[in-house]
């Protein structure tokens, strides 16, 4: 089982290792960081680095892909490198996923025509147009092979129903237990539903804040 989560400048961390520590514990599994270029690929807060092993060329044909959100997607709604890799593996996935904003990718690779799919709550407006139906009440949305997740730590839960798929329920709840993710927020803020206007407030100003000067640029 050979699995392959793309990496682009200003992705946003968890979307990733998220997946990533939930997939590569899948007996038989392996989990490749992938990208236009080997080498470190900076997330959203720029203060950390993964490195990416293979190039998309040298990943010609994954069993499953998960493409992570952040930032870094609008930068890419036009069609380039990871589009046209997206569309020449899609075929023989059998799975093709995303998680927060990937699903933008998902959609300008012409993956989404025609199907319901989700994203992170703030990008409803921009993945409208690129697929069938933007879905706003679910935090995991299947259709056929193509899985899209909602918000960040959504990615976590579209994982372990992906393991299941892949292995069996009683293994992906191993995983689950493994990782113990048995979430008990301090706060039930977690959606625009639950959340009240200070907290929206508050969140323009963590959206706006800069990152740590202090980090790499990368």
Known sequence: MRIAIPLFEKFTALDAVGPYEVLSRLPGARVEFVGERTGPVRTDTRALAITVDATLDEVGAPDVVVVPGGPGTRAMLEPGPLHEWIRAVHPTTQWTTSVCTGSLILGTA?????????????????????????????????????????????????????????????????????????????????????????????????????????????
């Not at 993956?111 to 147009?129: F, N, R, S």
């Not at 933007?134 to 372990?160: C, E, N, Y």
């Not at 293994?171 to 929206?200: N, R, W």
Request: charged share 15%; with cysteine.
């Open 110 to 218: 012409g993956v989404l025509d025609g199907i319901d799919a989700t994203t992170h709550w703030g990008a409803m407006h921009e993945l409208a147009p690129l697929c069938g139906n933007a879905v706003s009440d679910r935090r995991v949305v299947v259709q056929g092979k193509v899985v899209t997740a909602a918000g960040v730590s959504s990615g976590i839960d579209m994982a372990l129903w992906l393991a299941a798929q892949i292995a069996d329920d009683q293994t992906a709840q191993a995983i689950q237990l493994l990782i113990e993710y048995d979430p008990q927020p301090p706060f039930d803020a977690g959606s625009v539903a639950k959340a009240g206007p200070e907290v929206m407030t508050k969140l323009g100003e963590v959206m706006t804040a800069e990152p740590d000067a202090s980090a790499p640029a990368g």
